[in-house]
């Protein structure tokens, strides 16, 4: 079982940045893919970034490309998201996401979210 906790959201101002945290703990397998959602009010969840555990090149929503930017410490199981240049399209619920691959099944887990809020 792994379970995922979001941190650093909160309220900016458009133009500002804020640093979100995924801390994991839990039976976490070297092989497994590590995500940022989030959904806005009256939308569906959408995906945000991913990147492995292995160090491949992360892949990012055209939304966020160039403004936000995924990295992860597996050293200390966390995983963060770092947003540049917020916009108020931004604001939402952000979810942490791990699948991770255990005897060729994978497993899914999320976090339960932090509020990203972008004023205008």
């Given at each position: ?12 101002q ?18 497994n ?25 992360p892949?990012?929503?055209?939304p966020?490309?160039g403004r936000f930017?995924?990295?992860r ?5 966390t ?8 916009k108020?399209?931004?604001t ?11 005897s060729w ?5 999320w976090g339960q ?6 004023s205008?």
């Amino acid at each position: 079982q792994v379970q995922l906790v979001e941190s650093g959201g909160g309220l900016v101002q458009a133009g500002g940045s804020l640093r979100l945290s995924c801390a994991a703990s839990g039976s976490i397998v070297s092989s497994n893919i590590m995500g940022w959602y989030r959904q806005a009010p009256g939308k569906q969840r959408e995906l945000v970034a991913t990147m492995s555990n292995g160090g491949g090149n992360p892949s990012y929503a055209d939304p966020v490309k160039g403004r936000f930017t995924i990295s992860r410490d597996n050293a200390k199981n966390t995983m963060y998201l770092q947003m540049n240049s917020l916009k108020p399209e931004d604001t939402a619920v952000y979810y942490c996401k791990m699948v991770s691959y255990y005897s060729w099944r994978p497993y899914e887990y999320w976090g339960q979210g932090t509020q990203v809020t972008v004023s205008s």
